[in-house]
């Protein structure tokens, strides 16, 4: 089974930091969660010690809170804070990569926080499917690379490197004739963000539902998991978090025990056992908001839940949604309403 991504494309994304600067985005204090916003959503950073990550003030979840208390929906204004007031991760696009890094890190070190971004922009990526793309070539990809690097510079980051990218030459989703190149890539990609100052990375590594530790970890160390920080699981799934440190367990202990982080961010209710086996993936009903961020986990081995996958946007046209990575708000409210106490 393969996982299509949301990428969460934003052509106004290389703006998107220098606007929240100017607004003076929160400013939080390490402690009681930073100041709020003067826009009147009051979206404020976590406590520093439980959930490192940066709040984007201005997401897309943000701004629904903020349009449904104009129209005076109140109720469901209050249910889309649970997703705007948790940190979620940047998907870096193919449009203007380091005017984008640049903006978000330099936004997360203004509020004292860590940014969360995701790398997804491999060659032949996604297999044709709903979040297919990436870069044009080999060459493309190095230069993509170069531009997010220098983007993030010494400021503080962590990095989902590629999702699928490893599990999709695995699975041979990905014709034989691209996995040199693609794990050239990788490994030159690790190389180079690990390279940086203050910057984590963590390769993905596929999710509780494949579960095929076996077939995985060596492909992992040709993509360069030794030189990463670890590896991700659970990426835009809905597996368990238990089930997710089961396998992540697993793979650690074929990898030299490498740490690594889970995507919690749609698996309250575990995945969807209904409808198409092939396409349960995509926008599933009657799922949840899962474990909310914070480096505060279940397990030594686990460095963190984290949002990878933003909630409310898209997995693909699929069950009535729109495109890979828009946003759409039904969704995300369904979401809220569907995790009590979140």
């Known amino acids: ?16 930091g220098a606007a929240l600067l100017l607004a003076g985005c929160s400013s939080g204090d390490g402690g009681d969660g930073g100041d709020q916003q003067d826009d009147g959503t009051g979206i404020s950073q976590q406590p520093k010690e439980k959930d490192p990550f940066w709040v984007n003030p201005d997401s897309n979840a943000a701004r629904q809170v903020k349009e449904y208390e104009q129209a005076g929906k109140t109720a469901e204004a209050q249910q889309i804070r649970k997703l705007a007031e948790q940190p979620t991760a940047e998907w870096i696009s193919p449009e203007n990569p380091e005017e984008q ?24 990526r996604d297999c044709g499917q709903f979040s297919s ?33 490893v599990l999709h030459m695995v699975d041979n989703c990905t014709p034989q004739q691209f996995h040199e190149e693609r794990y050239n890539l990788l490994k030159g ?25 076996d077939e995985i970890f060596g492909p992992l ?9 670890g590896f991700a699981v659970n990426v835009s799934n809905y597996y368990a978090t238990e089930q997710s440190i089961t396998y992540g367990k697993e793979l650690s202990s074929k990898v030299g025990g490498k740490p690594f982080v889970i995507d919690t961010s749609r698996n309250g209710n575990g995945p969807y056992d209904g409808g ?39 997995d693909g046209e699929c069950k009535g949604g729109p495109k890979a990575g828009q946003w759409w708000p ?13």
């Open 133 to 165: 793309g990436g870069a044009a070539d080999g060459d493309a990809y190095r230069s993509f690379l170069d531009k997010v690097a220098a983007g993030i510079g010494d400021r503080p980051a962590t990095v989902i490197l590629e999702p699928d990218a």
């Open 101 to 124: 890094a640049r903006g978000f890190t330099e936004a997360a070190v203004k509020a004292d926080r860590d940014a969360l971004l995701v790398v997804y922009n491999i060659p032949h």
């Open 330 to 342: 039904d969704y995300a409210l369904e979401l809220a309403q569907a995790s009590d106490g979140a």
């Open 276 to 314: 198409d086996p092939n396409k349960r993936w995509c926008n599933p009903p009657g799922r949840a908001l899962g474990e909310r961020p914070t480096t505060e986990t279940a397990d030594p081995l686990v460095d963190a839940y984290i949002w990878v996958k933003r909630p409310g946007e898209s």
């Open 1 to 16: 089974m393969y996982v299509s991504r949301g990428t969460g494309t934003r052509a106004a994304a290389a703006v998107l």
């Open 221 to 229: 160390k040709r993509a360069g998991i030794d030189q990463a920080d």
């Open 189 to 213: 990609a690790v190389e180079k963000l690990t390279a940086l100052k203050s910057t984590r990375v963590y390769l993905d590594a596929g999710n509780a539902g494949w579960g095929k530790p």
